[in-house]
């Protein structure tokens, strides 16, 4: 699942480009399916200089020869304000990866806070084009639950996958302590403390995850 572009240029919802996909990388993982690591995907953006939002088939090409992946996810997003709340459109788009040809796309619209809804909406098409079945939810059971807690969580990943310890730290922080029982976060937070050589508070938050 690859960065999703921010259709609507809106800074303040700029922390959708990684959250969105690695939600979508969650729902859509088991199922019969085996998804690329989200960390893996980011390093491949950056030795590859791609950019979110719509690929041609030469640059799906060059993303299959990376990933050696069946299938691509790519996508965008769009945040309206709309009478005070925020309303979000996401489209979806299906790739098979050796040919780069579009297999399916899919949109799915509603408010922003119903955001776990859109994914598990766009997660349950998606798994029925390829034909496999599972349960929708599986984001919301596992991502941290509190919106603060997600958008912390997901600015820090970012921070992390560019290898910005020092700015991924606090902002794990304070996702760790808006929902202090969420195994990824305490995990993520171990990263970071690991990658700024503090190995005892990596190890805390390793086994905190555990």
Request: proline fraction near 3%; charge should be neutral; avoid cysteine.
């Amino acid at each position: 699942v690859l960065g999703f572009g921010n259709l609507s240029g809106r800074p303040e919802v700029a922390w959708l480009e990684t959250a969105l996909p690695e939600m979508l990388t969650t729902e859509l993982s088991g199922s019969g399916l085996r998804t690329v690591p989200g960390a893996t995907v980011a390093r491949m953006t950056r030795d590859l200089g791609l950019r979110p939002g719509s690929l041609g088939r030469d640059t799906l090409a060059r993303v299959h020869g990376y990933l050696a992946a069946d299938y691509i996810v790519s996508g965008g997003f769009t945040s309206l304000a709309a009478g005070g709340a925020s309303r979000l459109r996401l489209d979806v788009r299906l790739h098979d990866g050796a040919s780069g040809e579009t297999l399916a796309a899919e949109a799915a619209e509603g408010a922003e806070a119903d955001l776990f809804s859109l994914v598990a909406e766009a997660g349950t098409r998606l798994r029925a084009r390829l034909g496999v079945s599972g349960q929708a939810g599986r984001a919301v059971a596992t991502l941290p639950a509190d919106a603060r807690a997600v958008r912390l969580y997901a600015d820090g990943l970012q921070a992390l996958r560019a290898l910005d310890a020092s700015r991924a730290r606090p902002l794990l922080e304070q996702a760790a302590a808006a929902e202090p029982g969420n195994a990824l976060v305490h995990s993520a937070l171990s990263e970071a403390w690991a990658l700024l050589g503090r190995e005892a508070d990596a190890r805390r938050e390793a086994q905190q995850a555990l």
